[in-house]
């Protein structure tokens, strides 16, 4: 098969990968703490991560379904994989065939697990506010987990990236939960989790989205670094005149005789329209302003003020991830998870 290079590129910063994850584990005192790969570690490619932080000395690893599970076999050697989303009927094979745990979210699946599971150790989630997965407190209470042999107890915080009263009660919700129903280990803290202290770690955390340069809370803003570093190759380099204007709409007119970098990018490749008015790019430490609207696969730059840009230069998008989701609208989360299979992911 020939090699064909991409025009699009991720440089991956596998020593922020693991700087970040030994500041939560920090955080999390006494508790391990693990990471979620869901949506192929939010956009970066969950083999890769997942060898960086085993090699870091992580050992609890989560995934949103089977199929992602399947993808990581083998496992290295030592580290336990959960599956958030359960195990329903057509995942009963995997589930029973592949080394990772179901986190079990209804009384459905907890019966399902019973019949077919073998006897073996599941995960449970229960819902202490978020009304979205796990069972209720009343059911989980209500001997529905009675003889199952629960490795992790798990919920979920809400609101863990507010200063909001709905954190106390579901701490208080998850703490009666600690005392009644048994298990292995128990696990409440997200990102945000990890950042609201001691109380919320119990003995597991599971941080997401910090892991990849995301802020969860201003508590880590010094903490946590940029992993994730999107680059384009020009296409052209092309003269705009005064008073002419660019792109789709003709939504921009050249103040001067201008200079237009077009690259291979757009929102088929996860750069979103919304970057329009707010985007930008470096070329040898110099700003690029994003002109004109963001097409299916390509983007323009003002390089006007860059002397000697040609054709084939790589672009540094800008993509701190907290000051690009204010900017344009996005979450932390849609900014990573979205960027496309088109970026070839190269790990520093």
């Known amino acids: 098969m020939i090699a064909v290079p991409s025009p699009l590129r991720l440089r991956l910063s596998s020593e922020a990968l693991v700087a970040n994850w030994r500041w939560l584990a920090r955080q999390s005192g006494a508790a391990a703490c693990g990471a979620a790969l869901k949506a192929d570690g939010y956009g970066l490619g969950a083999r890769a991560v997942m060898r960086h932080l085993a090699a870091a000395g992580c050992r609890d690893f989560f995934v949103a379904t089977w199929a992602e599970a399947a993808a990581l076999m083998p496992l290295p050697a030592g580290?336990?994989?959960?599956?958030?989303?359960?195990?329903g009927e057509d995942d009963m094979v995997a589930a029973?065939?592949?080394?990772?745990?179901?986190?079990?979210?209804?009384?459905?699946?907890?019966?399902?697990?019973?019949?077919?599971g073998e006897g073996q150790p599941c995960d449970v989630m229960v819902d202490t506010g978020m009304n979205r997965l796990g069972l209720r407190v009343e059911e989980a209470l209500g001997g529905a987990l009675d003889g199952l042999a629960i490795e992790t107890l798990h919920s979920h915080l809400a609101s863990?990236?507010?200063d909001s009263e709905q954190n106390g009660q579901q701490l208080a919700a998850f703490r009666a939960l600690h005392e009644r129903i048994p298990a292995r280990r128990y696990s409440l803290a997200n990102s945000a989790g990890v950042c609201l202290g001691d109380d919320y770690v119990f003995g597991l955390t599971r941080p997401g989205i910090a892991l990849y340069g995301g802020i969860p809370r201003v508590e880590a803003a010094e903490h946590i670094r940029q992993v994730v570093f999107p680059e384009a190759r020009?296409?052209?380099?092309?003269?705009?005149?005064?008073?002419?204007?660019?792109?789709?709409?003709?939504?921009w007119t050249a103040p001067r005789d201008s200079r237009i970098a077009v690259v291979n990018l757009g929102y088929?490749?996860?750069?979103l329209r919304c970057h329009a008015g707010s985007g930008g790019a470096t070329w040898e430490g110099q700003a690029l302003p994003l002109v004109g609207r963001v097409s299916m696969d390509l983007t323009a730059f003002d390089a006007s003020d860059v002397a000697g840009m040609r054709e084939d230069e790589w672009l540094?998008?800008?993509y701190?991830?907290?000051?690009?989701?204010?900017?344009c609208g996005l979450s932390q989360y849609e900014l990573l998870t979205g960027l496309g299979s088109r970026f070839e992911r190269i790990w520093n």
């Open 96 to 116: 029973r065939l592949l080394p990772a745990r179901p986190v079990l979210n209804s009384v459905e699946q907890v019966q399902r697990w019973r019949d077919r």
């Open 234 to 251: 020009v296409l052209q380099v092309r003269a705009v005149p005064a008073g002419e204007t660019f792109g789709y709409g003709a939504s």
């Open 316 to 318: 540094h998008l800008d």
């Open 160 to 162: 863990a990236d507010e």
């Open 79 to 87: 580290v336990s994989l959960s599956v958030l989303h359960g195990v």
């Open 268 to 271: 088929a490749d996860g750069y």
């Open 320 to 327: 701190d991830l907290p000051d690009v989701s204010a900017r």
